[in-house]
Every structure is written in structure tokens, then in C-alpha cells.
């Protein structure tokens, strides 16, 4: 199974500074052939089911605020929040879909407000 | 509008069996998996498996293989998640989601509390 392990497991940061979640997989999710990272970040608020915010790494879904951005490529990606926002405040979630079964999550990190 | 609505909670006791359900409106349901999360008490997620309902063809994760089992009835639109034997560390909300072949999970189910106590 590929594992993927997020950093930090929570951060604190002021209203309009900048988040960044870091999120590794223990093995390339870069597809050779179709050249995607099958990679996608959720967001989940208390009492709600998770989000989808980004998938193939990079690339917003529809709706997504643009202070959302993905990055990176084979096993390391990152969740960059440019100016956080009070809904902001979540728990974020990566997912590798490359390798399936299973479909693996990391730990999650929770996002709040200093 | 796309929408996935599962069934409501549910409170049960050790030993005895369970089906929640996840409908689809909105959508082609033959067209997307379905897949199956876990999320236990103030923890994380955990990918249970998937089902595509064209052929109910199957993926459990080996850590929930054997203890749960998928199913669809493209007709009504709706999966299931079923349980035989209830154990406590069962209690959990549990969420359908749907993705395309090898692709994000887009829409996501509400979700279900299963509480297992005697």
C-alpha cells in the first residue's frame, strides 16, 4: 500500500497569512503514461463530510476559491492556503488514487487561526 | 444537482447485523464508483473500498475486507454497506463518495453514525 504522511499534523496561523500543508506518498503517484499525479486534497469543516478541493495535484475543482493552490509532483505535494480566511479553518486531507485498491489518505492536518 | 444522501444513524448492539445506503440523484449512477469511508471517533479517513455499480464489481481494502460488504441496485439508484456481525469498534460516521475511473472523489454522501453499544 502506498502511505501517505502528512506535515505538520496542525498549524496556527493569522487571519490573511499563508498556510502550507506538505503532504508525502511513500512511492511515485506520478503516472508515466498519462503524465498526472494522481493526487487530491479535501477539506473537512466540523460536523461535514470532506470536500474536494484539488485534484491531479494541481488543479482546483470548480468553485474552489483561488487562494487554493496544489503543487508538486511524484512524491512530494503541497496544499499552499495564500491568505487564510476564518472558513478556512478545517481539517485537510491528501489522497493518492494511483494505486488502487486502497485509496489512501493521510492523517490529516488541522488548520486554525492564531 | 448532484447528490449523494445516505441513510440515517443508526444505534445497534454487538452481534447484530446493518445496512446503510447511499442514493444517487442527479447523475448517471452507472457511470461513477462508489466508494466507502470511514471515520471513527475524532480520527481520520480511512478508504474502506469501492463498487461499480454497472456490474457490482467490488475493491475491499484489506483492512475491511471480511467484515464488510458492497453492494448496488442501479435501478434505484443506491448503494449499501453491509454488516453481519456488529462489533463496537464499528462506531463510526461512514461516507459514500463518488469518483470516475481513477479519479478524485467529487461528490460526497452526507454521511452515517453507526454507534455499536450494548
Known amino acids: 500500500d502506498i502511505v501517505m504522511t502528512q506535515s505538520p499534523d496542525s498549524l496556527a496561523v493569522s487571519l490573511g497569512e499563508r498556510a502550507t500543508i506538505n503532504c508525502k506518498s511513500s512511492?511515485?503517484?506520478?503516472?508515466?503514461?498519462?503524465?498526472?499525479?494522481?493526487l487530491a486534497w479535501y477539506q473537512q469543516k466540523p460536523g461535514q463530510p470532506p470536500k474536494l478541493l484539488i485534484y491531479?495535484?494541481?488543479t482546483r475543482e470548480s468553485g474552489v476559491p483561488d487562494r487554493f493552490s496544489g503543487s508538486g509532483s511524484g512524491t512530494d505535494f503541497t496544499l499552499t492556503i495564500s491568505r487564510l480566511q476564518a472558513e478556512d479553518v478545517a481539517v485537510y486531507y491528501c489522497?493518492?488514487?494511483?494505486?488502487?485498491?486502497?485509496?489512501?489518505f493521510g492523517q490529516g492536518t488541522k488548520v486554525e487561526i492564531k | 444537482e448532484v447528490q449523494l444522501v445516505q441513510s440515517g444513524a443508526e444505534v445497534k448492539k454487538p452481534g447484530e447485523s446493518l445496512t446503510i445506503s447511499c442514493t444517487g440523484s442527479?447523475?448517471?449512477?452507472?457511470?461513477?464508483?462508489i466508494s466507502w469511508v470511514r471515520q471513527m471517533p475524532g480520527k481520520g479517513l480511512e478508504w474502506m473500498g469501492r463498487?461499480?455499480?454497472?456490474?457490482?464489481?467490488?475493491n475491499y481494502s484489506p483492512s475491511f475486507e471480511g467484515h464488510v460488504t458492497f453492494s448496488a441496485d442501479k435501478s434505484i439508484s443506491t448503494a449499501y454497506l453491509q454488516w453481519s456481525s456488529l462489533q463496537a469498534s464499528d462506531t463510526a460516521f461512514y461516507y459514500c463518495?463518488?469518483?470516475?475511473?481513477?479519479?478524485?472523489?467529487?461528490?460526497w454522501g452526507q454521511g452515517t453514525l453507526v454507534t455499536v453499544s450494548s
Open positions: 512511492q511515485s503517484v506520478l503516472s508515466s503514461s498519462s503524465k498526472k499525479n494522481y
Open positions: 463498487i461499480d455499480p454497472r456490474d457490482s464489481y467490488t
Open positions: 489522497q493518492q488514487y494511483y494505486a488502487t485498491p486502497p485509496r489512501t
Open positions: 463518495a463518488r469518483h470516475p475511473f481513477r479519479a478524485a472523489d467529487d461528490y
Open positions: 491531479w495535484a494541481s
Open positions: 442527479g447523475y448517471s449512477f452507472s457511470s461513477y464508483w
